[in-house]
């Protein structure tokens, strides 16, 4: 699992910034398109990302023992 491209949704955040005022902004249905397509990659990875942490959850109040080992050299 890979996160979301975020191109069309950081150059709509962009224009969004830029308008002040009543300023009105065009949007072509590529913008459109691509911004529907990335928003929707961003909701699937979080659902992904929330079934992970509820099995990482469930495999930890099944578990008897717990072990964390840290590596590193500064925290």
Not at 2 to 9: A, E, F, V, Y
Not at 21 to 28: A, F, I, K
Not at 41 to 53: A, G, K, M, P, S
Request: charge should be negative; proline fraction near 3%.
């Amino acid at each position: 699992m890979r996160p979301p491209n975020t191109h069309w949704i950081r150059k709509f955040n962009d224009r969004a910034k830029s308008v002040t005022g009543t300023g009105r902004q065009v949007m072509e249905n590529e913008e459109i398109r691509g911004l529907q397509a990335e928003l929707l990659d961003v909701l699937c990875y979080t659902n992904d990302l929330e079934n992970q942490i509820e099995q990482l959850e469930q495999k930890l109040k099944d578990s008897e023992v717990v072990s964390v080992e840290l590596q590193g050299g500064n925290f």
